[in-house]
Nanobody
Framework: QVQLVESGGGLVQPGGSLRLSCVAS????????MGWYRQAPGNQRELVAG???????NYADSVKGRFTISRDNVKNTVYLQMNSLKPEDTAVYSC??????????????????WGQGTQVTVSS
């Protein structure tokens, strides 16, 4: 199994910054896509930022210019740098990673894993 553990959430004032981390562990052969999602109470989960294995990124219009997704291949970690935070950014943020893992007998297998989520609250 590939497990994801997120950290970095918390309470921050409007205009502040936070950096979320998502560490992947397991028999990972390759990351294909990485993404950060968020879900606020009463809302559907939405994609905030995504990255392909080739490094292409995409962002929700509401966070463009403020959030940046990045990765550290050595540490198997995906980051979300969030700047100029607004109250409407308040949500539970979760990371998702899809790729290839080494399964039984060393055979490659697809994986699609989610982290447990971390709360981000933007309030004065």
């Amino acid at each position: 199994q590939v497990q994801l553990v997120e950290s970095g959430g918390g309470l921050v004032q409007p205009g502040g910054s936070l950096r979320l981390s998502c560490v992947a562990s397991g028999s990972i052969a390759r990351f294909n896509t990485m993404g950060w999602y968020r879900q606020a109470p009463g809302n559907q989960r939405e994609l905030v930022a995504g990255m392909t294995s080739g490094g292409d990124t995409n962002y929700a219009d509401s966070v463009k210019g403020r959030f940046t997704i990045s990765r550290d291949n050595v540490k198997n970690t995906v980051y979300l740098q969030m700047n100029s935070l607004k109250p409407e950014d308040t949500a539970v943020y979760s990371c998702n990673v899809r790729g290839i893992k080494w399964g039984p007998y060393g055979r490659p297998a697809d994986f699609d894993s989610w982290g447990q989520g971390t709360q981000v609250t933007v309030s004065s």
